[in-house]
């Protein structure tokens, strides 16, 4: 299993990204797809996540109402879209791939795959 993330990039406070992370070396049905990001000095956070056949997605508190997550099954690739950008959401951003979706979601130990990372710089 591979996952490449990118859309990353510098953008002004209040702007906007579309991060992208595309899956291949199997199927991923049942999977579970999320999002967490890692600010210097920090652990790694949870940020969405979203089950392969969709339904429900979850998203940390803070940036509820502003990033919305969505699969594309067709595509294998998964997006984040992050809307009103704050410095406070600058960190590498990570995609991963969870077997088990009655696991926890927001927790990075259910993930069994990552992606590379890709850096978010938000300035004001």
């Known amino acids: 299993v591979q996952l490449q993330a990118s859309g990353g990039g510098l953008v002004q406070a209040g702007g906007s990204l579309r991060l992208s992370c595309a899956a291949s070396?199997?199927?991923?049905?049942?999977?579970?797809m999320g999002w967490f990001r890692q600010a210097p000095g920090k652990e790694r956070e949870f940020v969405a996540a979203?089950?392969?056949?969709?339904?429900?997605?979850d998203y940390a508190h803070s940036v509820r109402g502003r990033f919305t997550f969505s699969i594309d099954t067709a595509k294998n690739t998964g997006y984040l879209q992050m809307n009103s950008l704050q410095p406070e959401d600058t960190a590498v951003y990570y995609c991963?791939?969870?077997?088990?979706?009655?696991?926890?979601?927001?927790?990075?130990?259910?993930?069994?795959?990552w992606g590379q990372g890709t850096q978010v710089t938000v300035s004001s």
């Open positions: 991963a791939l969870n077997s088990y979706s009655d696991s926890d979601w927001a927790d990075r130990i259910s993930y069994d795959y």
């Open positions: 070396g199997r199927t991923f049905n049942g999977y579970v």
């Open positions: 979203d089950s392969w056949s969709g339904g429900y997605t």
